[in-house]
């Protein structure tokens, strides 16, 4: 049997919290150790501020805050995952970045209503793969249109 390579993408893992996830490696420019950030006033909490990457401008996010979960502190394995998204960079704070996988699109099951503290929204679904259980985000809906132009206006400032 012919096996149809279209049937499968390619997602980094990262961990928040307990909880491991993954989004579509089309999507990922970089994943960075923790660089200093600026702060930008007067912008959503989860905004962290800024990183100069590269001599780019790139405004960052905590996914933990912006997931409602608890902040904490940023550890050896604390990551950057920086995101390409309409046209710009964005940088997503995770608390590690565990692993590149190919994924079955089979593998992929529709969202449950609820799932812990993310709303169902940002899910594009749950990825089962042997003992492991992935929460596959939809990155397009954790930053939504109204925050995609709060940031641009973060990177043009």
């Not at 909490?45 to 933990?64: A, E, M, Q, S, W």
Request: no cysteine; aromatic share 4%.
């Amino acid at each position: 049997m012919e096996q149809n390579t279209s049937l499968t993408r390619k997602v980094i893992i990262f961990q928040l919290q307990d909880e491991e996830y993954a989004v579509s490696v089309q999507q990922v420019g970089a994943i960075e150790r923790v660089l200093p950030i600026t702060r930008v006033p007067q912008t959503a909490d989860f905004v962290k501020g800024v990183i100069n990457l590269r001599g780019v401008v790139t405004p960052v996010i905590d996914l933990r805050v912006r997931f409602g979960m608890e902040e904490t502190e940023y550890s050896e394995s604390t990551r950057i995952i920086i995101i390409n998204l309409e046209n710009m960079e964005v940088g997503l704070i995770v608390d590690a970045a565990n692993d590149v996988l190919d994924i079955t699109e089979e593998a992929i099951e529709p969202a449950p209503e609820v799932i812990g503290t993310v709303d169902v929204d940002y899910i594009e679904g749950v990825v089962k793969m042997e003992d492991r259980l992935f929460i596959l985000l939809d990155l397009e809906k954790v930053l939504s249109v109204d925050h995609m132009k709060e940031l641009q206006g973060i990177e043009r400032s």
